[in-house]
C-alpha cells in the first residue's frame, strides 16, 4: 500500500514544479510580447531632449499608454525615479459585481488618474519630414489661410480663447470654435492646439515650418511646435452653433477721467448694441459702453471694477438726454480678457510641493481655473483628466510629481497622501452641494445633468452612504496631517473672489497685479461650469440622508475650530 501512494506523491511534486515553469514562462512570455509593442510604438527618429524628458516616468508604463512618449528619448530615465505610475487595468478583468458607487474609493481614484491617459499614446512629436506628401492648408475650410506665424514669444501670437484636442483637432473645429466667440482668426499648433485672436503680428515666417499634420485630419496643415497655422474665420460652419453675442452687465457710473479708463472709442448716430460690441470685439476688448451715441471699449480697471452698479432706470434715458448723464450701459463682448489667458509652466522646478485638495464636487477644477489665470502658471493633476487637458489645462498631461506647475489637484486622503507634500490649498464645499455635484459628473460628465432615472435608483443612496462620510474624512485628514495650510470656502471664493484669490495667491508666493486679478474676475467662469438649470430640481435628500450629513457637518465645523481655523459657513451648519 505504501508502494503506490509513494508513486503518487512523487507524480504530484513532479506535476507542481511544471505547472510552477509553464507559468513563469507564460509570464516572461507576456512581458516580451508588452515591451515589443512599446518599442513598436515609438518614433523612430532622434529628436532633440526637451523640458518634459528629465520628469520622473515609468518607461514600462508608455507600453499601455499611460504616459508621454517622449520621456522614452531620454537615457537619463531610470527605474529609480518611477513612482506613482499605476498600470492600466487588462481589457479583458471583468468588472466587479455590485452598484457602482460602491467601489472602494481607492480604485476609483486610481481609474481617474487612469482616465483618459492611454489615448495620449499616439501623440507623435517630431514633425513629419517635408516632402511631396507633407500637410498643406486644408482647401474644403470656409477660412482663408494667411500663413504661418511664429508663437515662441513670451506672449501669444494669439491671445484669445484656446483649447486642445489629441485625438479629433481639424481646421473647421478650431476655426467654428474661434467664429462663435467672434473672433476674426484662428490658428493651429503642434497637430492638435487651437488659439484664437483679432491681432497678428506683421511678418510670418516660412510656410515649410508649418509641418505637422492636424490629428484628426491627414493632409491638413496643423503648425508646429512654437509654429501657428493662421486662418481668417469667414463665416460658421453649417450645423456650428450660433455666433456668442453681448451680454449686458448693468447701468454703473462713468469714471471721471474717461479718456484714460476708456482706451478706444467709436461715435456715431444710431450706433446700436451690437455695432459696439462687433467695434470692441474686433479690437480684443472685453467691454462695450455705451453712452448714448458713443460707444467706449475698455478692460475693468480699479477705477472702473463694475461692482457699484446702479439702477437701470438711469441709465434708460433718450440717447440724447443720455449723452449728458453721469452713467453709462456696459456689455460683455463675446471675446475674453486677454490680460491674463497667458500661461506657461514654471522656469524652475518648485522647491515647495503645493496640493489643492478638495473633495470631489467641490469646485477643484474652477479653482484650479482662477489660480492659473491669476498666477500665469499652469496647474497640475495627480489623475490625469484628458477632458480637462482638452479644455485647456495642460498641466493635466505633465507628471503630477515634476514640480513644473504651481500646485497639484487632488481629492486624495489618507496620512502618506497627505505628507508627500509641503503645503496645501485645502478647498471645502457644503457637502449637500458637493454631493449632487459629484453625482452629476459621475452620470453625465463635467458639464451634464444626472437624469431623472439616475436619482430615483438605488444608486444615488449608496452614493450618499458611501460618499457623505469621505466629506468628513478628507478634511479632518488634512486637518491632522497637513504641514501648511490654507482653509478657503467655495462659497465664500464665489462671494468675495478678488479677495479671497489674493490670499491664495500670496500663499502660492505669487505677487499679481490688481488689473490681472480683476481680469480674473472678468472671466471667472471659464469653461467648466453648468450652463442652465434642470427642468425640474426636487428635493434629492431623504431625512435619514440629512441626519447623516449634518453629524459629518458638526463635526468638521468642530474640528476647524480646534485647529483654530474659523468654522464652516452659517449655511452649513443646520440650524
Not at 492611454?118 to 500637410?135: K, N, R, T, V
Not at 461715435?267 to 455695432?275: G, H, S
Not at 476647524?560 to 464652516?568: F, K, M
Given at each position: 500500500m ?13 506535476t ?32 532633440a531632449?526637451?523640458p ?24 537619463r ?10 498600470m492600466l487595468?487588462?481589457p479583458?478583468t ?14 476609483e ?8 491617459f ?18 498643406r ?9 494667411v ?17 486642445y484636442?489629441l ?59 512654437d ?5 481668417r474665420?469667414?463665416?460658421?460652419q ?10 449686458y ?17 467709436l ?9 459696439c ?21 475698455a478692460y ?12 437701470n432706470?438711469?441709465?434708460?434715458q ?5 449723452k ?39 469646485g ?5 481655473h ?11 493633476s495627480?489623475?490625469f ?12 498631461k505633465?507628471h503630477?510629481?515634476?514640480?513644473r506647475?504651481?500646485?497639484v489637484?487632488t ?6 497622501e497627505?505628507?508627500?507634500?509641503d ?53 479632518l485628514?488634512?486637518?491632522k ?24 495667491v500670496?500663499?502660492?508666493n ?13 472671466n ?14 426636487p428635493?434629492?435628500?431623504t ?5 447623516l450629513?449634518?453629524?459629518?457637518i ?5 474640528a ?9 459657513p ?6
Open positions: 505504501a508502494k503506490p501512494f509513494f508513486r503518487l506523491q512523487k507524480f504530484l511534486r513532479r507542481q514544479f511544471l505547472l510552477f515553469f509553464l507559468t513563469a514562462a507564460y509570464l516572461m512570455t507576456g512581458s516580451l510580447l508588452l515591451l515589443q509593442r512599446a518599442r513598436v510604438a515609438l518614433p523612430q527618429g532622434p529628436r531632449p526637451g518634459l524628458q528629465t520628469l520622473p516616468v515609468a518607461a514600462v508604463a508608455l507600453g499601455v499608454g499611460l504616459l508621454d512618449s517622449r520621456a522614452l528619448h531620454d537615457p530615465v531610470s527605474p529609480e525615479l518611477l513612482l506613482g505610475v499605476d487595468q487588462s479583458l471583468r468588472p466587479r459585481p455590485g452598484p457602482r458607487w460602491l467601489r472602494s474609493r481607492n480604485s481614484l486610481r481609474q481617474l488618474r487612469r482616465r483618459w492611454h489615448h495620449f499614446m499616439s501623440d507623435s512629436q517630431g514633425p513629419p519630414a517635408l516632402g511631396p506628401e507633407a500637410p492648408p486644408a482647401i474644403h475650410s470656409r477660412g482663408t489661410y500663413g504661418c506665424f511664429s508663437d515662441d514669444g513670451h506672449e501669444r501670437t494669439l491671445k484669445g480663447a484656446v483649447f484636442d485625438r479629433k483637432m481639424t481646421v473647421s473645429h478650431c476655426q467654428d470654435a474661434c467664429a462663435e466667440r467672434s473672433y476674426v482668426y484662428a490658428g493651429l499648433e503642434a497637430g492638435a492646439e487651437c488659439y484664437c485672436g483679432n491681432r497678428l503680428p506683421a511678418t510670418s515666417v516660412g510656410l515649410e515650418e508649418c509641418s505637422h499634420e492636424c490629428k484628426g485630419e491627414k493632409g491638413s496643415v496643423c503648425g508646429a511646435v509654429r501657428l497655422s493662421v486662418y474665420v469667414d463665416e460658421l453649417p450645423g456650428s452653433r450660433k455666433r456668442r453675442t453681448a451680454t452687465r448693468g447701468c454703473f457710473r462713468l469714471p471721471d477721467n474717461i479718456t484714460h479708463a476708456f482706451p478706444s472709442s461715435i456715431q448716430a444710431n450706433v446700436t448694441v451690437e455695432t460690441s462687433g467695434f470692441c470685439s474686433q479690437k480684443e476688448f472685453p467691454l462695450a459702453i455705451l453712452r448714448g451715441w458713443e460707444c467706449y471699449c475693468p480697471t480699479p477705477q472702473f471694477n463694475l461692482r457699484d452698479a446702479m439702477d432706470s438711469l441709465c434708460g433718450d440717447p440724447e438726454a443720455q449728458l448723464a453721469e452713467y453709462c450701459e456696459v456689455y460683455q463682448t463675446p471675446v475674453q480678457d486677454t490680460r491674463c489667458t497667458d500661461r506657461r509652466f514654471l522656469p524652475n522646478k518648485s522647491k515647495v510641493f503645493v496640493a489643492l485638495s478638495s473633495f470631489p464636487g467641490a477643484n477644477t474652477w479653482a484650479r482662477l489660480i492659473e489665470h491669476a498666477t500665469g502658471f499652469y496647474t497640475g495627480y489623475y483628466d484628458g477632458t480637462l487637458y482638452n479644455k485647456g489645462f495642460k498641466g493635466e505633465d503630477w510629481r515634476s514640480r506647475t504651481i500646485c489637484k481629492h486624495e486622503s489618507g496620512r502618506r497627505i505628507e508627500m507634500f503645503s496645501a490649498i485645502l478647498l471645502i464645499r457644503n457637502p449637500y452641494r458637493s454631493l449632487v455635484a459629484e453625482f452629476n459628473r459621475k452620470c453625465a460628465g463635467h458639464l451634464g445633468y444626472a437624469a431623472d432615472r439616475n436619482w430615483k435608483s438605488k444608486e444615488w443612496p449608496d452614493f450618499v452612504n458611501s460618499y457623505a462620510s469621505w466629506w468628513s474624512s478628507h478634511v485628514d488634512w486637518l496631517y497637513g504641514k501648511r495650510l490654507l482653509v478657503v470656502h467655495y462659497e465664500e471664493l464665489r462671494r468675495s473672489l478678488v479677495p479671497t484669490l489674493r490670499e491664495m500670496a500663499f502660492l505669487v505677487s499679481v497685479s490688481e488689473e490681472r486679478l480683476l481680469c480674473v474676475e472678468n471667472k467662469e471659464g469653461s467648466f461650469r453648468r450652463r442652465g438649470r434642470r427642468s425640474h430640481d428635493e434629492p435628500f431625512p435619514e440622508m440629512k441626519d450629513i449634518n453629524g459629518y458638526r463635526t468638521v465645523d468642530k476647524l475650530r480646534d485647529h483654530n481655523w474659523t468654522g464652516l452659517r449655511e452649513y451648519v443646520p440650524r
